[in-house]
């Protein structure tokens, strides 16, 4: 049996939450980040395609989106099989081509679905990942032990 959270812990989450908006930065597990980029490595020149949960406002793990279809060039999910989980906060999709940036398609997809958006680029490092607000603008990320 699971124990309620305590009124302390709410109002911690709140406060690190709206710390999070102002200050415009995404936390993510290092340990997160490292084996996405790994999962990118192995999967090229193929897409990825995943939610991320958030715990303590940290990005802590990558759930495989229920059939998604990627290759090469795109990805493809069904968004009536988006789980109904409000830790699942952001997204995280690869770009086979190099290139960081939103696609108008992503912006008109995936986009609409979450708060916040990485995409990873070949070579799939951290210098070639990049992470976005719902709109498209770029927000800072930072990697926690």
Do not use: W
Not at 61 to 85: H, N, V
């Amino acid at each position: 049996k699971k124990e309620p959270h305590s009124i302390v812990d709410i109002i911690n989450d709140i406060f690190m939450l709206l710390d999070r908006v102002s200050s415009n930065k995404i936390a993510i597990k290092r340990e997160l980040i490292d084996g996405i980029l790994g999962l990118c490595k192995n999967q090229h020149p193929r897409e990825i395609l995943g939610f991320l949960r958030m715990e303590k406002n940290i990005a802590s793990e990558y759930i495989l989106l229920p059939g998604a279809i990627t290759d090469q060039k795109s990805s493809i999910f069904f968004p009536g099989r988006i789980p109904s989980d409000p830790s699942l906060e952001g997204t995280v999709h690869s770009h086979p081509t190099g290139n960081p940036n939103p696609s108008q398609v992503d912006l008109e997809t995936v986009f609409l679905t979450k708060h916040f958006h990485f995409i990873i680029a070949h070579p799939y490092n951290y210098a070639s990942t990049k992470c976005f607000d719902q709109k498209g603008n770029e927000l800072k990320f930072i990697i926690i032990d």
